[in-house]
């Protein structure tokens, strides 16, 4: 995940930067700057923690693990935005919805 986030984060440039030994240059490149907003979901402390250190919001269910990654992000000279509770977001597919609910 943290390997991902930097390729990001390089390629969003649009400068050249070297990927696993290649020099490599991704155009164009995006509207928003620096980039992207990259929001992270997780609902365990280690997920609230890298999303304080790497990425621009933070989604989870759980207001105390809100408050770590909050804590993570000040730590890291962020201004996260205030806590907004949001689904687990689970999605459930079954071919027979009536047996998969009993």
Do not use: C
């Amino acid at each position: 995940m943290e390997e991902a986030i930097a390729v990001l984060k390089s390629a969003w440039t649009g400068e050249y930067f070297d990927y696993r030994g290649r020099k490599v240059r991704v155009t164009p490149r995006p509207v928003q700057l620096p980039h992207p907003p990259l929001l992270m979901g997780g609902s365990v402390p280690a997920a609230a923690r890298r999303a304080g250190r790497l990425a621009d919001g933070f989604i989870t269910h759980r207001e105390d693990l809100y408050q770590v990654y909050f804590d993570e992000a000040k730590a890291h000279g962020k201004n996260p935005r205030p806590f907004r509770p949001s689904s687990p977001g689970f999605i459930y597919v079954a071919e027979d919805p009536e047996a998969a609910w009993r």
